[in-house]
C-alpha cells in the first residue's frame, strides 16, 4: 500500500504521524512510504532519517494527498486538506468531530474512511490510542497551570507546592480517568494539595489506592464540584465522553466566586471543553481572561513536548497502522476495536456519539463496510 505523512500544519504543532522506526516496520513488510519534506525535523527526525528506513521524501503536501492510499497524520486536517483528500483514501489521526461540524462536513463531502485515534477500543474497555497523549497532557496541565498561577504570567502569583509556613496550592482534577490521575499525580508530587473527581465509585477506590492519601477522592457531584472550585488555585479539566462533546461542569455563573488570579486548565477542549467558557486557544497565545480567572484551552497540549509525544503515539498506533496496510478495509472488518475508530465512511458518519453530537444521521460501522 502507498502509505503518506504530511507535515502537520497546526500552530506549533511539532509531532509527525510516523517515526523512521515506523516507516522501516511499513517498508519491511512491502509498503512504500512516502513523507513530506521536514515533516519530522522539529523534532529530530530529518529526511535522511526517513531515507534510511526506506521512505522517499515529497516536497509539497499536494504530492502526498493525491498519491497516498492511506494517510497517516496526528492531528485533525486542516479546512484546506480536507479538500484535498478523496474517496477511496483512508485517514488514520485524530478527529475529535463533536465539537467541529465543518471538519465533519468537509470529510463526509470528501468521500474518505477517516478513522479517529481517539475511539479505538481494546478488549479492556480503554482508548490504547489515545491513552498515551491522555498521559502526556495530564501531566502538562499542572506543569501549565503553575507557570499561569505565577503573577508575572498574570496569576495570583501562588507558589503550587508552598513552602514550609505557607500553605500549598488547592488543585481540583475534575475527572479521575487517564488525564485526571496523571494530573494528579504530577501536581501532588509538585507539593499540591491535590483533589479528584469522578462518578465510578470504583476508578474512586482505584485511585485512592495508588495515591494512598496523598489525594482526596471525591465523588463528583455537581454540589461538590462548585464547592471545590470555589476554593482552588487551579482547576484541571479532565472529563472525557468517548467520541462526545465534554460536559460542562463550571458553569460561568462561577467564576465570579473564584479568587482571582486562579487558573482553569482545560484539557478536553479538543471535545468542546468542560467549562462553559473554555475556547480553543494555541501555544502561541494559550491564554486568555474571563471574569478575573486565566483560561489555559490549547488544543494540542501534547505538541508541547512534541518529540515525546511522537514517539509515545507511535508505540500505540503502529500495529493498526500496519494492519490496515496489509489488508485495507479488511482490517476494519476483521477487528471490532478498529472499527470502533471508523467516525466516517463515504459519507456517513459512523460513531454512535459523534452523530448524536454532531446532530446527524448514523449508519453502524459495520452495515457501512459490508454495504
Known amino acids: 500500500m502507498r502509505i ?44 535522511q532519517d526517513y531515507r534510511d528506513a526506506g521512505a522517499s521524501i515529497a516536497r509539497e503536501a499536494t504530492e502526498i494527498f493525491a498519491e497516498a492510499e492511506l494517510l497517516v497524520k496526528v492531528k485533525e486536517p486542516q479546512p484546506h486538506e480536507c479538500k484535498l483528500l478523496g474517496a477511496g483514501q483512508l485517514l488514520f489521526t485524530y478527529l475529535h468531530l463533536a465539537p467541529d461540524p465543518e471538519q465533519a462536513k468537509g470529510l463526509l463531502a470528501s468521500g474518505v474512511a477517516a478513522i479517529a485515534y481517539e475511539t479505538i477500543t481494546d478488549d479492556h474497555g480503554n482508548l490504547p490510542c489515545l ?72 476508578r474512586l477506590r482505584w485511585l485512592d489506592s495508588q495515591f494512598q492519601g496523598r489525594v482526596i477522592c471525591r465523588y463528583a457531584t455537581q454540589s461538590a464540584i462548585d464547592e471545590s472550585v470555589r476554593e ?3 482547576v484541571i479539566g479532565a ?27 482545560d484539557v478536553a477542549i479538543d471535545q468542546g471543553g468542560c467549562f462553559e ?60 476495536h478498529l472499527r470502533n475508530g471508523l467516525n466516517i465512511f463515504r459519507g456517513n458518519v459512523c460513531h454512535p456519539a459523534v452523530a448524536d453530537s454532531l446532530g446527524m444521521t448514523f449508519l453502524p460501522a459495520e452495515k457501512a463496510l459490508n454495504g
Open 4 to 47: 503518506g505523512v504530511p507535515k502537520e500544519i497546526k500552530n506549533h504543532e511539532y509531532r509527525v504521524g510516523l517515526t523512521p522506526a515506523s516507516c522501516r516496520e511499513l517498508v519491511a513488510r512491502g509498503h512504500s512510504v512516502c513523507v513530506e519534506h521536514n515533516a519530522g525535523s522539529g523534532i529530530g527526525f530529518s529526511d
Open 131 to 202: 491513552a498515551p497523549m491522555s498521559e502526556v497532557a495530564g501531566r502538562l496541565a499542572p506543569q501549565a497551570g503553575a507557570h499561569h498561577l505565577e503573577k508575572a504570567a498574570g496569576g495570583r502569583g501562588v507558589l503550587l507546592g508552598g513552602v514550609p509556613g505557607v500553605s500549598p496550592a488547592e488543585v481540583c482534577v475534575l475527572g479521575g480517568g487517564i488525564v485526571g490521575y496523571n494530573a494528579a499525580r504530577i501536581a501532588a508530587g509538585m507539593g499540591a494539595s491535590v483533589t479528584v473527581y469522578d462518578r465510578s465509585p470504583a
Open 232 to 234: 482552588s488555585d487551579l
Open 239 to 265: 472529563v472525557l465522553i468517548p467520541g462526545a462533546s465534554a460536559p460542562k461542569l463550571v458553569r460561568r455563573a462561577l467564576l465570579g466566586e473564584m479568587r482571582a488570579g486562579s487558573v482553569l486548565v
Open 277 to 336: 467558557t473554555s475556547k480553543p486557544t494555541t501555544h502561541q497565545n494559550p491564554t486568555y481572561v474571563v471574569d478575573g480567572i486565566i483560561h489555559y484551552c490549547v488544543a494540542n497540549m501534547p505538541g508541547a513536548v512534541a518529540r515525546t509525544a511522537t514517539l509515545a503515539l507511535n508505540n500505540a498506533t503502529l500495529p493498526f497502522t500496519l494492519a490496515m496496510a496489509d489488508r485495507g478495509l479488511q482490517a476494519l472488518r476483521d477487528d471490532p
